[in-house]
């Protein structure tokens, strides 16, 4: 196995319409998406479609949904260890103009215990948060035995500075330092004191400020995507880190540099297709994406 990510899982349904109706009223979407989601669990197709061997710890219902979740990651050849609840979880994903506004409906009471999962080989972990407890102790497990972790930190959570002492890459949201009160640079110092290797913050179309191995803070701007070209930027995050741990297991001794440069250009292609599916990255699309927008 190269990657376990652990994670909630989703089904997004992904409506583009130019109104969103409120009280008595109707309206028909231009187009939409059902796909898979979640923060982590969009992350592991990601890397698995990128060409490496990916497992995932995520949630999982009899369901439908589940079923249909189910199926979705046999074909990307994801190995799924299921933690049961009752319900799948849903995100309704509406974009808009670059931005995008989600209502989740969830099921986190679980039917069973977190899955035991042999670490024996792992290369790296990757998690969002959710999970709480499994997350961390497979963060524990993984950093005593030398597997490279890394967290999604989108938004605070019970389990964040607890589990950032066990991290080595962390990639966060500005979502989180507004609810900690910080700003940018002094994120990247929190990071750093929490014994984080490699940190970034992302900011949307302004891209990442992050510190290198050697601790020293740089930006990387957004690619120039052509406004009339972005669709929907949701789960353009997710395809970042996925990206990322892909361009590492292809090449650990490389620098994060090189490797934060692959992952943008891969979400750079996720925001110029409606819904999780239709834009995860194959190698080619992110040469592709490289070649257009990247300056040379």
Same mark, same amino acid.
């Given at each position: 196995m190269d990657a376990l990510f652990?994670?909630?899982?989703?089904? $997004?349904?992904?409506?583009?319409?130019?109104?969103?109706?409120?009280?008595?009223?109707?309206?028909?979407?231009? $187009?939409?998406?059902?796909?898979?989601?979640?923060?982590?669990?969009?992350?592991?197709?990601?890397?698995?479609?990128?060409?490496?061997?990916?497992e995932l710890i995520c949630t999982l219902a009899d369901d439908w949904l589940g079923h249909m979740f189910a199926d979705m990651a046999e074909r990307y050849r994801v190995k799924l260890h299921p933690r049961k609840v009752a319900r799948s979880s849903l995100s309704f994903i509406m974009p808009n103009n670059g931005k995008r506004a989600i209502l989740r409906a969830r099921d986190a009471d679980y039917l069973t215990e977190a899955p035991a999962v042999d670490i024996t080989g792992l290369r790296c972990l990757h998690l969002d948060g959710h999970l709480s407890t499994t997350a961390i102790d497979y963060a524990k497990r993984c950093r005593a035995?030398?597997?490279?972790?890394?967290?999604?930190?989108?938004?605070?959570?019970?389990?964040?500075h607890d589990l950032l002492g066990f991290i080595d890459v962390a990639v966060v949201a500005e979502r989180l330092c507004e609810q900690m009160n910080l700003s940018t640079e002094a994120m990247l110092d929190y990071l750093k004191s929490r014994g984080c290797k490699i940190a970034g913050v992302t900011e949307g179309e302004r891209g990442m400020l992050w510190y290198d191995e050697s601790g020293t803070v740089s930006r990387l701007p957004a690619l120039p995507?052509?406004?009339e070209l972005i669709i929907d930027t949701s789960g353009a995050g997710d395809v970042f880190h996925g990206a990322y741990l892909s361009a590492w297991?292809?090449?650990?001794?490389?620098?994060?540099?090189?490797?934060?440069?692959?992952?943008?250009?891969?979400?750079?292609?996720?925001?110029?297709?409606?819904?999780?599916?239709a834009g995860i990255p194959s190698q080619a699309d992110v040469a592709a994406a490289r070649a257009r927008f990247e300056s040379k």
């Open positions: 652990i994670g909630q899982t989703y089904i $997004d349904v992904t409506l583009l319409a130019d109104h969103v109706p409120t009280g008595d009223e109707k309206a028909v979407a231009k $187009d939409y998406a059902v796909s898979f989601g979640g923060n982590a669990v969009t992350a592991a197709f990601a890397c698995s479609k990128l060409e490496h061997n990916v035995s030398g597997v490279l972790t890394s967290l999604d930190g989108g938004g605070l959570r019970e389990n964040t995507v052509p406004k297991l292809a090449n650990p001794k490389g620098a994060w540099n090189d490797h934060f440069h692959f992952a943008r250009a891969a979400s750079a292609h996720k925001i110029q297709h409606l819904g999780n599916e």
